[in-house]
């Protein structure tokens, strides 16, 4: 498979706190890549150097091919970014926001006319065109955010906590978008609280205090802990990763 990220010993650090400490892993095509870990456990800082906001203090690496030191605006430009934060534009309709994130990425009038429609349907919006964002449900707002971070059809898409505080019919959706993309040839790298969504990831990664303490396919890492479920795998990285801090 096409390998679409890689990196090695990727570190930063603010001022002497080391938020991120030698963190490698590759991801490929098609792959939907989970990465999990407490609040505080360096998952954010990873993303954002990954995304082309944060410049690393050390190690190496590139997205999509690009490097992550030298060439962050054109790697800004390639991925796909959600939030778990509804970041569009409330006061603006369904295809207004989709307009303004077309504009946003360069998508030429043509493309994005064919794009919105195609979007639309796939995050089943059919009908809601012309409904202001803001009037709109938890979940149909993160799948209007997803349509929008779709238009430029990004071979990478990023997803901070997607689904934070939407309710569990809307979730299991969204999900199932996230599958389909994936089956297309979109690389999904998620993080998330939910270990029900961990569990349909293809492969997780852990983080534990900035570093990466697990990695691999969800059945695999349950089958290698002897555990049954994906609550049970988190709580025992989450002591894995403390007795290591204790040995430090």
């Known amino acids: 498979m096409d390998t679409v990220l890689e990196i090695s010993g990727l570190t930063k650090r603010f001022g002497d706190f080391t938020a991120v400490d030698g963190v490698s892993f590759s991801i490929n095509r098609g792959e939907v890549f989970g990465f999990l870990g407490s609040n505080g456990s360096g998952k954010t800082t990873t993303v954002r150097m990954l995304c082309g906001i944060l410049t690393p203090t050390g190690g190496e690496g590139n997205v999509l091919g690009y490097d992550i030191y030298s060439q962050t605006e054109n790697i800004r ?37 064919a794009r919105k429609k195609e979007l639309i349907a796939l995050v089943g919006l059919e009908g809601k065109e012309k409904q202001f ?10 799948r209007l955010a997803l ?29 199932k978008i996230l599958h389909q993309l994936a089956a297309q040839g979109v690389t999904v790298f998620v993080t998330t609280h939910y270990m029900d969504e961990a569990d349909q990831c293809h492969r997780l990664g852990f983080m534990h205090q900035g570093r990466l303490i697990g990695l691999g396919p969800p059945s ?15 709580i025992a990285f989450a002591e894995r990763g403390e007795e290591a801090v204790r040995e430090r």
């Open 77 to 113: 430009q390639a991925i796909g970014y959600m939030s778990q934060r509804f970041s569009l534009y409330e006061e603006l309709t369904v295809v207004e926001n989709m307009d303004f994130y077309a504009g946003t990425y360069s998508v030429s009038a043509r493309e994005a006319d």
């Open 147 to 175: 349509a929008c971070a779709l238009l430029h059809q990004p071979p990478l898409l990023f997803l901070d906590e997607p689904t934070a505080g939407v309710d569990p019919l809307s979730r299991r959706n969204f999900w």
């Open 220 to 234: 695999k890492l349950k089958n290698d802990l002897g555990v049954d479920t994906m609550e049970d795998v988190f």
């Open 133 to 142: 964002a803001g009037t709109m449900s938890g979940g149909q707002k993160q």
